[in-house]
């Protein structure tokens, strides 16, 4: 079954800059997700950036144009890679709008880019639920498949729970 | 959905032995299971040790422990770590064996002590598999879930494919 | 040769916060440089707390703390981890107030917490450095022994140059 | 000053093999000391590749190959990145063989392609011991200056000591 990973941004995607001393997306608008599936050598889904934000910058433009995107793609499985922030705020903005696809949002907690990140664990989580679950808009993170009405960050623990 | 797995050994939970300078399992019969489930900030699997094994140095008997071992598991979601070398052959293994359960075997081709593993990830998939597919034997490794008969590793490629 | 560490904080020593989404030091006031010297197998410097500040807030007071951390320590050789940002300033003000002693100063561009940092390569090269120089204040960093007049980072290129 | 590192292989250069599940060197004949410096953002020796083996495999004609390398250099600030097993043999070998010369022999216990490696931090070692020091054969490794006389691994602690 093919898979469309579209990148938003959060996260996951973010890297040291050691002139600004802080994490942020990569200079030249280049995404790791390409990375993060290469470690885990699964290497069939297609990957498009949509953009590179942070998810609590995301307005509603920005979820117009993740709807979009996910109405463009041919595939059926679909998963969006999405900061924590907002990721349950685009599931229920995507609910009901995108009929017959599987749509995993995942993330992370840690940017892949240093070490011990959970976006690995999660990602790799999220292509296989878009494979195997009926269609609907779904989160995917820390091990468990989130409904789009119950997905919200765990602030204190640090993850999400159901 | 409780989810316990079952530690077999294999290539994710090898360690690198200075002294050897080879790569083994911990002399002191650890398993690194918590630890990558602790990196995916994923705090509710069971984790069991059966063994801490080479697949290839499996026999009957080990895979009969694998069978009690499920068998005697309260969790109705279960996953087993195990060695990439036999992976398909303790599936088939147990298909048939194991009713009313969701069975989900997984690995790595890269131990999780050293960078750049696809443990993490196969594991993140594993544990979602676990718990929302229809009961059955599986193998989910590389962003696939791959039905027992049909699970084996492609060497030349190093990585499970459909 | 007996040699001390003393810690004062800076980039090398800093870790991820999920809540905060950003790099800052351990909330319980550790500090990583025993587990960089575990890396390095290096089992013998003495490690001392003296702040954890980035050293862009460094103000005369921390300073003068520094260079009683160094009058007291009984230690011949010292290293001083320290924010690259101020380096140059703390190595001329100790300049002339601690004779008889070999100061080498060090630090990271990115935190020894996420991958690939100098860190390691730095403190490998403060430590022995410490050792064999004759007394004075110097920089160690990235491959280069820096006297204290011309420690400055190179921002445009992100390390220390001659 | 110019600094040329020579490459002879050893633990520091090892990758791990999926197909054989084993630490080796490169296929491609490549070594990995470039990542090393690049990690450490040293950017100015130079780097040159006179074999790549494990230094238990040596024979006098990889000595004198090493020696001849040594000689040909133009640099007086030479490091030799070497197997554990034999650096000691080594060092001996080329003493009172390159007068003139800072020759600085360093490697690791773990390989530098696996994480909580030891090779930044000797190689950071090395490269300003060979910079700072006196003309003569040494080695880095661990936070120590080894004369070659006393250059031999501490198999049960896992390091070199004085």
Known sequence: MDVRILVTGGTIDKVHDPRLEALTFSRDGATLIPEVLATGRCHF???QIVMLKDSLDFDDSDREAILAAVQAAPEQAIVITHGTG???QTARYLAGK???KTI????AMRPHSISASDGSFNLGGAV???QVLPDGIYGVMNGRVIEAARLDKNVEAGRFDL
Chains 1, 2, 3, 4 share one sequence.
């Open 45 to 47: 889904p297609s990957v």
């Open 86 to 88: 907002t990721m349950g």
């Open 98 to 100: 995108v009929g017959g």
């Open 104 to 107: 995993v949002l995942t993330g």
């Open 128 to 130: 296989v639920a878009a």
